[in-house]
């Protein structure tokens, strides 16, 4: 059986024909690991030309032109404005292709057919949403040696994870030490870029392996872990799940084997709702409204950095509820889903967030209902010279814009928090530095997400029929019987018990979770409920199989002559060994997840 704790050679059939030196080094690189983490390193540059085109892939595997396409052009801003001369990182998201959904596709054990070479490969263990995340960091500076007169390259990680503080800092270290690579490459002829590319891959290929809530055993705890990236150690909190809301680290002391080590946490979703909100507090809750009700939201910016910055501020700023959405932080009119995102003909898809910066947009999309202008941010919030400072963890990058309005129509339901309000005026960035105002923020939303939330828990577990941890090896069952959902009964709940929430409510609720439970939101929110149940059960099941008193129960069975159901308790435990048999791996004569 496969596993993905060393190298596999059925892997590596996955990639694009090479050479032989690239053959010899990829054949120690641990795929199976470095998927986990990361798809690819791609190198982008413009031509003067043919314009922007792919120039390197690491690891070399296969996309569509259509995926090549989306990827050249979200890597590179939508003019060629002297205003992007510099170093800036952004983001962008993708559909998924044939290779992403092939790879993190899981397959079941006991399917598996050895005449057929894809079947050989189990999808790694990856919750994917069906979208692929790619982080860039892009230059552009005068090069007299040039005929364009300018260098303009773009680094790009793709990832399978929606991990902006992650991916974001890793670009920031190995985007201006690549870009002076490629600039040696090209005037020595060497092929220093490549390697550094190979050094970074074999990086991330040494970090642990992630924690999956796909195995029933894993729980929704939060993973820290120390992360070794061309020479620097960074430290990030992984969240169990993509609606997690992560707070910032205050404590810079932790213990390890006695001895203090002093550093900081860094989160792979961190809410910059100040920075992003700094100009325009109130906009806050109305925002937060647009996107729990699942409507469309346009935001303008002038650079793919304050679009895409403020995009992933927006999906935080609602959880623990799941966005269902489909949220683009920097969306192109090259991108593959253009004509269908973009259509003047009908009306916008609900649930869609598109961060633009090209003017074409505006003509474009003048009839969606709801849209944020942001411009550049103040000084004192201001830039990080990237090139000079690339190990630095800033949330104020170069070109990190704030929201300065918002154009809507919604009429609201709930009001401002007027001591929130005070207490950031009271105890601001002075005070509580920006992390400690952003907590500030997340604190406040994540209860208002809650209490609205609180509601549809308490209906939804009225739906659910049984308790797993009454389960025995006589009453066994995988799964649950959840009732159907039913609004009627569930807004004569509302009627009777209505909400608590920490702000005053202007309009009537009832009219809220109308308008919330036809939206893509309520639906996400459903179905992640329905999952999560049905993990708790097949969780519980499967510790009843693994450690419940089984001789004893056998020795009870076989006494009273019921052998029927010894033999349905010997096939449940040999088909869960089937199905799970990739995942394990045995290590000194013990089994362990793989």
Known sequence: NLTIDEPSPNFHLLLSPQSKTEEEALSRLNLGLFWQWILCFCVVHFDLEKGQSMEAIYPPIEFSEQELKTICFSAFPDSNSIEHNGDSVFSFRM????FSNRLYLQQKANNLDPSRFE??????????????YGYVFFRQKKDEELKRGFFQKSLVILSPHPWPGLFLQ???????????????????????????????????????????????????????????????????LIP??????????????????????????????????????????ENMWISWELLVLGEPLLVSGDSPTACSTIVWALVELIKPLPFGGDFRPYFTIQDSDSKGLTSKARPPAPGTILGVTNRVFDDLLEHWPHSIDCGRTPEQFGSVELAGTPLAISHSVSQTSSISGIRTKHRPYLSKDKKLLKDIQDKGVKVQGEDGVNNMIRRHFVELTERFLQPLNRYFD??????????TFSALRTKPEVKPFKQE????????????????????????????????????????????????????????LAFGPLEQWYTQKLDAQQEIECIDIAMRLKHELEQYAPYFVWDNQTIKWA
């Open 170 to 236: 890793m670009v920031r270290i190995l985007g201006p030490e690549l870009m002076e690579s490629l600039v040696k490459e090209r005037k020595t002829q060497q092929t220093v870029g490549t390697a550094l590319l190979e050094a970074a891959s074999f990086n991330v290929a040494s970090w642990p392996s992630l924690p999956s809530s796909l195995f029933p055993g894993s729980n929704f705890t939060i993973s820290k872990v120390a992360l070794a990236f061309l020479g620097a150690v960074e430290h990030f």
């Open 489 to 544: 009964d569930f807004m004569r709940q509302i009627e009777q018990f209505p909400p608590i929430l920490p702000v005053k409510p202007k309009r009537p609720l009832q009219e809220m979770y109308q308008q919330f439970i036809k939206s893509v939101n309520f639906a996400s929110w459903l179905q992640t409920r329905t999952r999560n149940v049905y993990r708790e059960w097949r969780h519980q099941y499967l510790n009843t």
């Open 462 to 471: 009225s739906l659910v029929i049984g308790n797993p941890n009454q389960m």
């Open 95 to 98: 559909r998924n292709g044939y």
């Open 240 to 281: 169990p799940e993509p609606q997690f809301p992560q707070m910032f680290d205050h404590q810079r002391t932790r213990q390890y084997s006695g001895s203090s080590m002093h550093h900081k946490y860094n989160l792979c979703n961190p809410g910059l709702f100040y920075q992003v909100f700094v100009r325009s507090l």
């Open 119 to 132: 079947d050989m490969i189990p999808g790694l263990p990856i919750q994917t949403d069906g979208y692929t």
